[in-house]
């Protein structure tokens, strides 16, 4: 970072450290960085120096090297109020405008706070608000995950492999607010809609697993069972421009009910996951979805039927309420996959569906793999505020990781803090199947 204005008294006397390392009329090798170190500026501006006094002596002239700009010579940055801002409303926060009015300083002097780092910017989002049930099934959920590894003898999280993840979206058409880069003369894109209301959105359910690796890394199973679009075809009524009429046009579903839904888990994820299903792997497996009203429960007769045929036995059960954090697609995945859609145009309903399925097969398998390594994460963190949801996503440089070859495939939890939270969970419930968990960690009673 570029340090303060040299002062004259400065500026003369790296000249004169100059003048006396002279060696074949230049300074000596490596004195000019030296300076520059010392005395925090860059290269340059010693190498300034130098050329101004060496012309200025073969001229025949005083040496002058002072400032020209003496009134700004040495200016003192001012220092970051930390005090001063903490007392500040957190509404009067929100911009560098409003930041810097009770403080009583210029906008442009809070935007260099920043640049330096001495202020961060934050964007605060709404969190579900937890009730004392909803922590307490939330740590007994994810305690439920860990196990004692005998052999390594250390706790670690179960590796999930047989854990599929269901879950819901909207995905939409365009973006009510896109942002472009033009060049400067460029015509700036107009986009105009009736209401924000009309964007064509289409809603889609998807399922993944964990993906499987061999033991030299090659990838075995790629954990996508499938991204299915609430749609259907009907004909068009009237000719349009677009189209004559009796030709079939997709539409999306308005209202997604436990009737779509059903069928959809039935004869669209359920075939699925038995198509791509390694053979070799447990045919145990597990369903996890969240408490939306329209998902059926696990106890359905028909799910039951469909899920208990042909070798499988798949189980339906719910993740614990107001728990986004522990479904891999609400934590990263569909975030992921999005990103990948919204850089596509789509003018119609197939198109979209096209875009968004084609997003969740390029999404390379690493990246699912590290949406779940990042839900091991959350839930140490989860274990660390007793069920609690207010912390901040861990950064765990899995790329890094992954390079070097030292990426985990599951975390290790501490013994004291899994001892610390079931002796939580034990002064708010006695519970049989808590009891059983520290049997098999070898925790004491």
């Known amino acids: 970072m570029r340090g303060p204005n040299l002062n004259d008294d400065e500026r003369i006397k790296i000249v004169t450290i ?63 109020p930390v005090e001063e801002i903490e007392n500040v409303e957190l509404s009067l926060r929100s911009t560098v405008k409003k930041l810097a009015a009770p403080i009583h300083c210029k906008p442009t002097t809070v935007s260099r706070w920043i640049r330096k780092g001495e202020i961060k910017s934050h964007t605060s989002s709404i969190h579900p608000d937890l009730t004392r049930d909803n922590k307490f099934l939330r740590l007994h959920f994810v305690m439920s995950k860990i196990y004692l590894d005998r052999l390594l003898n250390c706790i670690k999280f179960k590796d999930m492999s047989n854990v599929i993840h269901i879950d819901e979206k909207w995905f939409n058409m365009t973006k009510a607010s896109q942002r472009y880069y033009l060049v400067k003369e460029e015509e700036v894109p107009y986009r105009s809609c009736k209401s924000k209301r009309f964007i064509v959105k289409v809603m889609f359910i998807a399922a993944v697993s964990r993906p499987t690796y061999a033991e030299n890394g090659e990838l075995l199973f790629d954990g996508k069972i499938g991204i299915f679009p609430f749609t259907y075809e009907e004909p068009a009524k009237r000719n349009s421009k677009n189209r004559v009429a009796g030709t079939m046009v997709t539409k999306p579903i308005e209202s997604v009910n436990k009737v779509v839904i059903k069928d959809y888990v039935i004869n669209k994820i359920i075939p699925a996951i038995k198509t791509k299903w390694p053979q070799s792997a447990n045919k145990n497996i597990i369903i996890q979805q969240d408490n939306a009203k329209p998902h059926i429960s696990g106890n359905d007769a028909d799910f039951v039927a469909a899920a208990t045929s042909d070798g499988f036995n798949i189980q339906l059960k719910q993740q614990p309420a107001m728990s986004l954090d522990l479904n891999v697609l609400d934590l990263g995945f569909f975030r992921s996959i999005q990103s990948l859609q919204s850089s596509k145009p789509a003018k119609t309903v197939d198109e979209l569906v096209k875009n968004v399925q084609e997003a969740y097969e390029n999404q390379h398998a690493n990246c699912l793999n590290d949406v779940w390594l990042s839900l091991q994460a959350c839930m140490v963190e989860i274990m660390k505020i007793k069920g609690h949801n207010d912390y901040r996503l861990p950064h765990l440089q899995k790329a890094a990781a992954r390079r070097a070859g030292t990426l985990p495939r599951d975390l290790i939890v501490s013994e004291d803090l899994v001892a610390e939270c079931m002796t939580y969970l034990l002064t708010i419930a006695k519970d049989t199947d808590l009891e059983d968990i520290m049997t098999d960690l070898g925790l004491q009673m």
């Open 18 to 80: 100059l003048f006396e390392s002279i060696v074949k009329e230049k300074p000596k090798h490596g004195r000019i960085k030296e300076l520059a170190d010392q005395f925090q500026v860059d290269r340059k501006t010693i190498r300034n120096l130098w050329k101004k006094a060496k012309k200025q002596k073969s001229d025949g002239v005083r040496i002058d090297v002072r400032s020209l700009f003496p009134g700004k010579s040495c200016i003192v940055p001012s220092r970051c």
